[in-house]
C-alpha cells in the first residue's frame, strides 16, 4: 500500500459476470440516468462540482454505447429523470434477472405520457453466439415502436440485390436472435404481416466483417419525423 510500492498487473482480470446496454428510445422522454435498483450504473461527464443535468437523451445509448459489467442477480431497472425538475423520478422500471455471463439490453421506449411522466421499458436478451466467424457481420432486429404492428426486417445488398430476412415477426418489445450476413452495404425495410409496402425503411447501412448489430425500430409510427431503424454495435 506504500505510495511507491510497485505495482502488481500480472493477476488477472475479475470475470465479467453480466453485461448490460442502456438506451432512451422513448418519444418525447426527457434526459434520463439510468438505475439498476438504486445503484447509478450510466452517467453525463460534468464541467462542474454538480452532476449533469442532461442524462442521456432520446435515440441516445448510455455509457458511451459501452456494455456495462454487474453482477449477476434480480435487479429492477429504471431510468430516471436527470433534469433538475422532477429529478431522479423514475420514469419507467422494469424487473430483470440477469445471469451470469450472459448480455442484456435495457429500452425505454414507446410515447412519453407528460401527464404521467411515464414511458414503457423493456429487456431482451443479447444472445451472442458462441462459435463467431470474423470473415461476416451479425445482424438482429429489436421492436421498441408501441403503437405499431409485429413487423418483418428484411435487408438488401445494394450491389447485388440479394436479400436476408433477419428473424422472423417481431411483436413490440421483443428482438430476434442475431443472422449471419455477408459484410456489405444493404438498404433496410421493414414490414407487416401481409403488407405489401414498406412500413419503414433506411437506406446505405454498412456492415462489417467481425461485427455485431442492433437494428431497433423506434419512434411514433403516426410520426414519421420520429420513426427511425437505429443502427448500435
Same mark, same amino acid.
Given at each position: ?9 500480472? /493477476?488477472?482480470? +475479475?470475470?465479467? $459476470? ?15 440516468? =439510468? ?7 450510466? /452517467?453525463? @461527464? ?14 441516445? !445509448? ?12 434480480? *435487479? ?18 422494469? +424487473? ?10 435495457? *429500452?425505454? @421506449? ?16 443479447? +444472445?451472442?453466439?458462441?462459435? =463467431?466467424? *470474423? ?6 432486429? !429489436?421492436?421498441?415502436?408501441?403503437? /405499431? ?11 447485388? @440485390? @440479394? ?7 417481431? +411483436?413490440?418489445? $421483443? ?13 433496410? $425495410? ?21 461485427? !455485431? *448489430? ?20
Amino acid at each position: 500500500c506504500e505510495k511507491t510500492a510497485v505495482q502488481d498487473i500480472t /493477476a488477472p482480470m +475479475p470475470e465479467t $459476470s453480466a453485461r448490460i446496454k442502456f438506451f432512451n428510445f422513448g418519444v418525447g422522454a426527457p434526459g434520463v440516468n =439510468f438505475y439498476a435498483d438504486d445503484v447509478k450504473m450510466t /452517467a453525463i @461527464s460534468s464541467t462542474t462540482t454538480s452532476e449533469a443535468t442532461t442524462g442521456v437523451n432520446f435515440g441516445g !445509448v448510455g455509457a458511451g454505447g459501452l456494455y456495462v459489467a454487474i453482477d449477476p442477480g434480480q *435487479y429492477t431497472l429504471s431510468g430516471r429523470i436527470a433534469a433538475a425538475t422532477d429529478k431522479d423520478l423514475a420514469i419507467t422500471t422494469t +424487473p430483470a434477472n440477469l445471469e451470469n455471463g450472459k448480455a442484456y439490453s435495457f *429500452y425505454v @421506449s414507446g410515447i412519453y405520457n407528460t401527464t404521467t411522466k411515464t414511458a414503457d421499458s423493456f429487456v431482451v436478451e443479447d +444472445p451472442f453466439i458462441p462459435e =463467431f466467424d *470474423y470473415t461476416t457481420a451479425y445482424v438482429r432486429f !429489436v421492436h421498441a415502436i408501441s403503437n /405499431a404492428n409485429p413487423m418483418t426486417m428484411t435487408i438488401r445488398e445494394r450491389t447485388d @440485390s @440479394s436479400t436476408v430476412v433477419i428473424g422472423g415477426e417481431v +411483436p413490440y418489445k $421483443s428482438a430476434t436472435p442475431f443472422v449471419k450476413v455477408p459484410p456489405g452495404s444493404y438498404d433496410l $425495410s421493414t414490414r407487416y404481416a401481409g403488407a405489401t409496402t414498406n412500413a419503414i425503411t433506411r437506406t446505405a447501412v454498412g456492415f462489417a466483417p467481425g461485427r !455485431v *448489430y442492433t437494428i431497433a425500430a423506434r419512434g411514433n409510427i403516426t410520426t414519421a419525423s420520429t420513426v427511425l431503424l437505429d443502427n448500435t454495435l
